[in-house]
């Protein structure tokens, strides 16, 4: 298993790079960061989201959400309100230029989705079912549940 691990390491990280480069780069492009893009995403799919569902839906520490979602307001991406029957909750919403910054996300190239549409069909949906196995086992069936309704081919701005 030992030689494995580092297969599994420098294979997984070298794959992640690409990600994670095309991710920096799209968001620099837009003036964000990539941790406000991810937040940004997830605040678009949910329309209203409290700051504990979207912590647990980026996979961060609710701390960490926070700070970054004190930038996107300041920033005019979000806002974040109150409510009379419980003002402990946090609900975050997007704002139009939130909004905005999330279509112009959609024109960048990501690397890594090209050469995902150019890959073999088999091979694609083998690799999604990994993908979603992993996710399963680690995060549970709520989270992969949550990524499938989000399918980007249900999303208002691929048409």
């Not at 709520?142 to 399918?151: L, S």
Request: glycine fraction near 2%; hydrophobic fraction near 35%; proline fraction near 1%.
């Amino acid at each position: 298993m030992e030689d494995k691990l580092h297969y599994l390491l420098n294979n997984f990280r070298a794959m992640y790079k690409v990600l994670e480069n095309d991710w920096e780069r799209s968001a620099q492009n837009m003036g964000i960061t990539k941790a406000e893009q991810h937040l940004l995403w997830i605040v678009y799919s949910e329309k209203e989201v409290t700051v504990s569902r979207l912590s647990d839906l980026c996979l961060l520490k609710v701390s960490t959400v926070m700070q970054v979602l004190k930038r996107m307001e300041e920033k005019g991406l979000i806002s974040q309100i109150k409510r009379q029957e419980d003002r402990r909750v946090t609900y975050v919403s997007m704002t139009t230029l939130g909004y905005e910054t999330i279509k112009t996300s959609t024109t960048f190239e990501y690397q890594f989705l090209e050469y995902f549409h150019e890959m073999d069909e088999s091979k694609r949906n083998q690799m999604l079912d990994c993908v979603q196995d992993l996710n399963r086992h680690f995060y549970g069936d709520a989270f992969v549940q949550w990524v499938e309704k989000n399918d980007p081919k249900t999303s208002p701005l691929s048409k």
